[in-house]
């Protein structure tokens, strides 16, 4: 009866523990000052982002785990209301209606290295409006803003990103009043960047088509590398017959092709990634890194809460942990990091594709 009492305890502990996993939404402040006068009569928004919701995520009170940082609503709701309630007082009837195209919005905490890293990612192309209500690109934005205080406020640095693109929009709009229209290299989707007008809506049918990928919509990935990113999308990889080899001593991951004509086998110098049994592997830095998808995009498993993961990462427990004397891909052991920025000394761990450029980033 004492065994018995004791594996229900061990259990019931277990449960209270999954429990513990929880989104943190993210709630904007907005300050009490008002801002100067500015040129603008207004700011919508469209989002181009593959998650709209999930925007990083902070250190758990569960080891080897992370809480998830959310947007209620989504990002488009959540940063329209800030807009409309922060820059009220400095709109004017008679400015420039302005349009921000978010392509990255992005945030958390990284305390599993032996310092502690906040950062927030903004990217977001900027265009404005002319009488017919036809977009004219301005000009991109792109800043991280990083804190390495002990008890960082993540909201506080999102509003100062936030009024950074602002004060940069502003700018952008003095400028054009006196050189025209802006139209180099500003990152709209795809089919939308070499125009130099468009409707906000013919843009939001632009981001749609550009999720029109296989990999997003097919249930079965059959089995294979993909040899490049638009591999991946097109649920098409190029190489059906593989295997894979540890070396115990490095931990680094090789794949293998076999010949069509012998039983010889060559190296994959390049992939991408490789599907197995219907899971989904990033290749990088010779791991595997278990993927899987979340909204229009994909994230690492490891980032998604273990109650409702599908990635089990199986294939990766039986043929790659179990020749490196390891069986959680999951642990903290597994973080795989970035710089911040190009040639900065802080790094914070990659938690999702970017489905741009089909690398691994935050």
């Known amino acids: 009866m004492r065994i018995l009492f004791f594996i229900a305890c ?49 250190p758990s009170d569960i080891s080897n785990t992370n809480d998830r940082i959310v947007a209620e609503g989504g990002v488009g709701q959540m940063l329209s209301h800030f807009v409309n309630e922060e820059y009220a007082s400095a709109f004017s009837p008679s400015g420039v209606k302005l349009l921000w195209t978010i392509n990255h919005f992005a945030m958390g905490i990284d305390s599993s290295q032996n310092s502690r890293t906040a950062y927030v990612k903004i990217g977001a192309a900027v265009s404005n409006a002319d ?42 709009v003095a400028k054009h009043s006196k050189v025209g229209f802006l139209t180099s290299s500003s990152k709209l989707p795809d089919n939308m960047a070499a125009k130099n007008s468009f409707t906000k809506e013919q843009l939001i049918e632009d981001i749609q088509k550009q999720r029109n990928w296989r990999i997003l919509s097919d249930s079965v990935r059959p089995k294979g590398i993909y040899r490049s990113f638009q591999e991946f999308k097109n649920n098409a990889p190029s190489i059906q017959n593989f295997y894979l080899k540890v070396d115990t001593t490095t931990k680094q991951v090789s794949l293998y092709q076999f010949s069509v004509t012998d039983s010889s086998a060559n190296k994959v110098d390049s992939a991408w990634g490789l599907s197995i049994n219907n899971e989904l592997y990033k290749y990088s830095n010779g791991h595997l890194y278990a993927i899987e998808k979340s909204g ?11 109650m409702t993961r599908k990635n089990q990462a199986i294939f990766w427990r039986r043929y790659v942990g179990n020749r490196q004397g390891d069986d959680n891909p999951y642990d903290d052991a597994h973080i795989y990091r ?3 920025f190009k040639n900065s000394p802080a790094k914070v761990q990659v938690i999702r594709v970017d489905m741009s450029s089909g690398n691994l980033g935050f």
């Open 338 to 340: 970035i710089p911040v």
């Open 296 to 306: 229009n995009g994909f994230v690492l498993s490891k980032y998604l809460n273990y």
């Open 131 to 172: 009488s017919l209500d036809t977009y004219h690109p301005l000009g991109n934005f792109d800043t991280v803003l990083i804190n390495n205080d002990k008890e960082v406020d993540l909201a506080a640095l999102t509003v100062a990103a936030i009024n950074s693109l602002y004060d940069y929009s502003e700018q952008l």
């Open 10 to 58: 061990v259990w019931l502990g277990s449960i209270t523990g999954l429990k513990a996993q929880k989104s943190r939404p993210l709630k904007l402040s907005v300050a009490n000052h008002s801002f100067r006068q500015s040129g603008l009569s207004s700011i919508d928004i469209v989002i181009n982002l593959p998650d709209s919701v999930f925007l990083g995520v902070v």
